[in-house]
């Protein structure tokens, strides 16, 4: 009799094992190998039209940081009516460029359609965007298209570049571009090679040039950050439910036959 319930324990101990481990097993994490973090990098999304980010109008997914000031002296324009001017709460502000008294060649990203233009030199404030879903030990590759250029009414050459990064874990910048008076430099391509640290953290680009006077406008257009992406749901799937239901049906199942078994035995003696 005890060799029949020291196998049936056995037995159990075995089948609600299989039962615990079908159970503890994530649910399964669905990958997207290159998956598009960033929204509206291209700043073709705005609350109201071209204008003053963070005074009258926004970029939708990106939030402006302004300097002590409260305000960010940034713009969202085109290569067309950044050459008329946009308004802002100096008023009017344009930049120099074939249509504005300069033959500069001023003109779109290579992708196009609008751009982000931000003083470095006078209220200088930052544009973030919080990025989710990375993955740790993972490579990731952010890209943007950038140029320095010069508001109208002034005179003088300028230099320009970007900060950027991710707040916890790196922070870089691109070179620094002279800038003739009047001058447009160009558009050029950064590209920054990382591997994650952490699954969380915020995107950020800050605009730095000189000298403040002038003013020197940096330009951002295009930006992209490429990697894999992935989350572990909190909720069984169906079939992980599917097995859980057979391993407690397994184990009740061997629980009766072997107390029949285990009883026929015993009266057969």
Not at 28 to 48: I, K, S
Not at 53 to 76: I, R
Not at 88 to 96: E, T
Not at 183 to 201: I, L, P, R
């Amino acid at each position: 009799m005890k060799t029949v319930f020291r196998s049936l324990g056995v037995r159990a101990v075995a089948l609600c094992t299989f039962a615990a481990a079908v159970l503890s097993t994530p649910a399964g994490a669905t990958v997207d190998p290159a998956h598009q973090f960033v929204t509206n990098g291209g700043f073709e999304q705005t609350t109201n039209g071209y204008g003053q980010v963070g005074y009258n109008t926004n970029l939708v997914g990106w939030t402006s940081v302004p300097e002590a000031s409260g305000h960010n002296y940034s713009f969202v324009m085109n290569a067309s009516n950044a050459q008329t001017g946009v308004n802002g709460h100096h008023g009017n502000l344009a930049l120099w460029g074939p249509n504005s008294g300069s033959n500069n060649g001023l003109s779109a990203s290579p992708t196009g359609g609008n751009f982000y233009a931000a003083d470095g030199g006078y209220q200088v404030g930052a544009i973030t965007q919080q990025i989710n879903d990375l993955i740790i030990g993972q490579s990731y590759t952010l890209t943007f298209n950038w140029a320095g250029a010069q508001q109208t009414g002034y005179d003088g050459a300028t230099t320009e570049k970007w900060f950027y990064g991710l707040y916890d874990q790196f922070q870089n910048q691109t070179n620094t571009i002279n800038n003739a008076d009047h001058g447009f430099t160009g558009w050029q391509t950064q590209t920054y090679n990382f591997v994650a640290t952490q699954t969380s953290d915020t995107l950020y680009f800050m605009a730095q040039g000189t000298p403040s006077g002038q003013p020197p406008f940096s330009l951002l257009d295009s930006v992209s950050l490429i990697g894999p992406s992935g989350m572990v749901s909190a909720a069984p799937e169906p079939a992980t439910w599917a097995m859980m239901m057979f391993g407690f049906v397994a184990v009740g199942f061997s629980l009766r036959r072997r107390r029949f078994t285990g009883g026929a035995a015993l009266l057969a003696r």
